[in-house]
């Protein structure tokens, strides 16, 4: 599958796609259908269909970290996500906090750990595949 | 202002998940995961310490997740059972990740080890906290994960076989578990331990909650491994890398017990007629399959593995009494056995590097190699006997008195008869590895290195100095244990901290 040219011209803009939807996704998230969880899914697809064009190297090239350390990231940040409520507002972990007037508030650093975390493990579970 | 017991509840959450998190994050930094490691494990020590400390005095500290209220949203609680058990599951963090820096199968596979091993504590400590059944499941299916994800660390054929036969069992009561819990919200309506309490007695079908029941006690008692759900757990243990083992032998089980205990206290206490009998039959059959399951093995790490079944039943003595004095007992055995048993497992992999096999066969000589190893065998083995001064006697005395007290001669006696037979095969590990001429064809094994020698005993010495610390003044641990014993006995605070004041009475 690697040698159809058309596979491998397309990849690049396949790969940029997904995971600009997928970030869509995740934002739509916030009050629709959608979120962290089914964006990183998306977005793991978009790397996995780049690693059959390109393979697996390439694609761990893309994706510059470890796709563990992906999710080690994500996983920082949604446990990170529930700390200002504690340090700062003396409220019970995870009571999400908003910037005054915006619907930007912790809850989106949550879901974005939440899709981090989705497509580090996912791609940390598929690479390997990809690479036999 | 940050408020002190949000901090205190959410601590042990919440620095085990951070290390799982910064642990993935440096892939490929061994150094820093290194540090990474032992820092996080001090500090979880010190905030299980506070957290301890906080509610020995009898307060049960309640935090809800989210702000979300209390039958709605996700409780962390802490009473004292909770606070002890995330106590040891500190210990067990530091002394098993100490031992594994010695330990060629982890180090081979640093970079997963790491991760994986802070993934499992942060699995065990939040399960001891959580105060919601379905958070719980979540808990439960966090350690399910990362624990196979240990167990295949170094892999070869067998330990991928044993994987495969422990995912798969395992899974299956998770299964079991998660359906109890709909069964269970769809009869009470809630999923908070403490306003199911409250609910279970008003609700009409009476014969659903006792199935519900008895599907929780399977799921748990296969968490548990206990007679006849254990058989999981002698097909995987002894295929683990030391400190994986030991760190699986301290927790997991324990994990079934405390949701057992904590589910038959709490919701279904004794009012349910049929517990008390069906807990007497899996007590007696998990201590007597066990210790003669291990009566019959001649291989260190099956014979461990088998032990921990046996002493399981111990602890289920105590629930299957459920007097307070009983419950007291089993908690008691909880904390010296996690000690014990770790300690066993980590010096079984000191045997295996010095005297380069885990096959009594073929061990031998091992008391004039090294006998200060000897030594340390000594302490958590006849401790897991049951033997005075040592922790274990006084574990022993507690719930072979309460069983005495409340007239269960026979139970005692089958406590008291597996006594004699895990002396029984302590002695044969004792006789055969230390005590016996080496074989012809004992094999060669590389001496350790100071360092080695360092990394690999530091733990080991740590355990038994707390196992003889127990022992010789197993006054202020009685004492916590008939007061954790008591409070779960009469469930009041602990409702009262995670409700409030009035709760949601129907």
Known sequence: MKDSLILRASAGYVLVAAVVFSLFVLLRGHNEPGGGFIGGLIGALGFVSYGLARGAAATRRALRLAPIAWAGIGLALAAASGLPALLWHGEAFLTHQWLSGTPLGTTLVFDLGVYLVVLGFGLTFVLPFLEE | ?506
């Open chain 2, 1 to 506: 202002m940050p408020n002190r017991t949000d901090w205190l509840v959410a601590l042990p959450v919440l620095i085990p998940a951070l290390a799982a998190a910064f642990g993935a994050a440096l892939h490929g930094r061994p150094r820093a995961q290194r540090l990474l490691t032992l820092f996080s494990a001090a500090l979880l020590l010190a905030a299980a310490l506070l957290l301890l400390a906080a509610v020995a005095d009898g307060t049960v500290l309640a935090s809800q997740m989210g702000d979300w209220p209390a039958p709605f949203g996700i409780t962390l609680v802490a009473d004292r059972l909770a606070a002890a058990m995330v106590l040891i599951t500190a210990i067990m963090y530091a002394a098993t990740a100490v031992y594994a820096f010695a330990d060629r199968g982890a180090m081979a596979e640093e970079a997963l080890w790491h991760p994986l091993l802070a993934a499992l504590v942060f699995g065990v400590a939040s399960a001891f906290l959580a105060g919601d059944l379905f958070n719980l499941y979540v808990w439960f299916e966090v350690m399910l994960i990362s624990s196979f994800g240990l167990l295949v660390l170094g892999g070869g054929r067998e330990q991928l076989d044993a994987a495969l036969t422990y995912g798969l069992l395992n899974l299956v009561a998770t299964t079991v578990f998660l359906i109890a819990v709909g069964m269970l919200y769809g009869l009470t309506g809630t999923l908070n331990l403490a306003d199911m309490a409250l609910r279970v007695p008003g609700v009409p079908n009476q014969g659903a909650v006792a199935a519900v029941a008895f599907l929780l006690m399977a799921a748990f008692a296969a968490k548990a491994a206990v007679f006849p759900l254990f058989f999981w757990l002698p097909a995987s243990y002894h295929t683990a890398i030391a400190p994986v083992a030991a760190i699986f032998a301290a927790l997991l089980t324990k994990v079934g017990v405390y949701a057992l205990i904590r589910l038959f206290t709490l919701v279904f206490p004794a009012s349910q007629g049929w517990v008390g009998p069906l807990m007497w039959f899996i007590a007696a059959g998990t201590m007597l399959v066990g210790v003669l399951g291990a009566a019959a093995h001649w291989e260190v790490r099956r014979i461990l593995s088998f032990h921990i079944i046996s002493q399981i039943g111990y602890m289920i003595v105590g629930l299957a009494i459920a007097t307070p004095l009983a419950i007291a007992g089993s908690v008691f055995y909880i904390l010296h056995h996690i000690i014990v048993k770790a300690n066993l497992f980590l010096i079984a992999g000191a045997m295996q590097r010095i005297g380069g096999s885990f096959s009594l066969a073929r061990l031998g000589g091992l008391w004039r190699r090294d006998p200060w190893l000897g030594l340390l065998f000594a302490v958590p083995a006849l401790s897991l006997a049951g033997l005075p001064p040592l922790s274990g006697f006084w574990a022993k005395l507690l719930v072979v008195q309460s069983g005495f007290a409340a007239s269960y001669w026979w139970l005692a006696g089958i406590a008291l008869a597996t006594g004699l037979l895990t002396l029984y095969s302590m002695l044969k590990i004792w006789l055969e590895a230390f005590w016996k001429e080496p074989p012809e064809d004992a094999p060669e094994a590389a001496p350790l290195s100071r360092r080695e020698r360092l990394l690999l005993f530091g733990p080991v010495v740590s355990l038994g100095l707390i196992t003889l610390a127990i022992g010789l003044w197993a006054e202020p641990l009685a004492a916590f244990a008939l007061a954790a014993g008591e409070q779960l006995s009469t469930r009041q605070e602990y409702i009262r901290a995670v409700l409030g004041g009035g709760g949601t009475t129907p």
